[in-house]
C-alpha cells in the first residue's frame, strides 16, 4: 500500500509555456499532498503542501503564481509551472501523507514519495 | 535541518560488509524520524522510521539507531549489496498541526564489487 505516481515522468518545453504535473495517491486516499524540488545532488526542497479543498502554504521565496498548485481530491493534487523558463529546469518531486484507507502498518505521519518528474525548459 | 545548495558526502563500503549512514537532526521537538533511499532519476523511497519513544529499530538487512541526547541517526544495513547504492536522507518532524519534513543533507552510498 501507499503507492505515489507522477504524470509525466519527463518532460521538455518551450520557454514561457505551462506545463502541468499530476501527483496521484493510486491506493489511498492523501489529505495532505507535498511538492518538492530537487537540483542534482542536492537534498529535497519543499515549495508548498497542499491540503484537499483548501489553498496550499506555500515555502518563503517559492512564487505562488509562477507555481500553482491545484489538490481537487483526495487522490490528486497538480502543480502547474506558468510561463516557464530554463531556471525552472528541475526535478520536481510530489509526496502524500495520510494514507486513509492504506492497510495495517502504514504510518499516518509518514510521506510517501512519487517517482519524480524532470522538467527541462528550453 | 536544511542543507540546499550543498554537494552530498559519499560513502565508499566494500560489497557484504556492514554500512553506517549518520545523520544529525536540528530540531529536539522532532518526535519522528524516517529513512529514504533514493535511486538515481527516482523519487525517495520509504525504508524505515523510528518514533522518538523508541532508541532502535530493526527491519530486514537494516536498523535504524535513534540517540535524541546528541540528536543523532543512524542507519546500519547489513551485508551491503551492490542494489544499495544510492542517496540515503535522514528526515525529522515534529507530528504536530501542520508538521512537515525536514530533510537532512544526504549521503551518496557507493558500494565497491
Known amino acids: 500500500g501507499a503507492v505515489v505516481s507522477q504524470h509525466p515522468s519527463r518532460v521538455i518545453c518551450k520557454s514561457g509555456t505551462s506545463v502541468k504535473i499530476e501527483c496521484r495517491s493510486l491506493d489511498f486516499q492523501a489529505t495532505t499532498m507535498f511538492w518538492y524540488r530537487q537540483f542534482p545532488k542536492q537534498s529535497l526542497m519543499l515549495m508548498a503542501t497542499s491540503n484537499e479543498g483548501s489553498k496550499a502554504t506555500y515555502e518563503q521565496g517559492v512564487e505562488k503564481d509562477k507555481f500553482l498548485i491545484n489538490h481537487a481530491s483526495l487522490t490528486l493534487s497538480t502543480l502547474t509551472v506558468t510561463s516557464a523558463h530554463p531556471e525552472d529546469s528541475s526535478f520536481y518531486i510530489c509526496s502524500a501523507r495520510g494514507p486513509i484507507g492504506a492497510g495495517a502498518g502504514v504510518s499516518t505521519d509518514t510521506q510517501y514519495f512519487g517517482p519524480g518528474t524532470r522538467l527541462t525548459v528550453l | 535541518g536544511e542543507n540546499v545548495g550543498l554537494h552530498l558526502p559519499t560513502l565508499s563500503v566494500q560489497e557484504g560488509d556492514n554500512s553506517i549512514i549518520n545523520c544529525a537532526y536540528s530540531?529536539?521537538?522532532?518526535?519522528?524520524f524516517i529513512w529514504y533511499k533514493q535511486e538515481s532519476g527516482k523519487g525517495p523511497q520509504f525504508i524505515i522510521d523510528?518514533?522518538?519513544?523508541?532508541d532502535k529499530r530493526q527491519g530486514q538487512r537494516v536498523t535504524v539507531l535513534l540517540n535524541k541526547t546528541v540528536k543523532h541517526l543512524s542507519l546500519q544495513i547489513a551485508a551491503t549489496q551492490p542494489g544499495d547504492s544510492a542517496v540515503y536522507f535522514c528526515?525529522?518532524?515534529?507530528?504536530?498541526?501542520?508538521?512537515?519534513?525536514?530533510f537532512g543533507k544526504g549521503i551518496t552510498l557507493s558500494v565497491r564489487p
Open positions: 523510528i518514533r522518538s519513544n523508541m
Open positions: 530540531n529536539s521537538a522532532s518526535d519522528y
Open positions: 528526515a525529522e518532524i515534529y507530528t504536530g498541526a501542520n508538521s512537515k519534513l525536514t
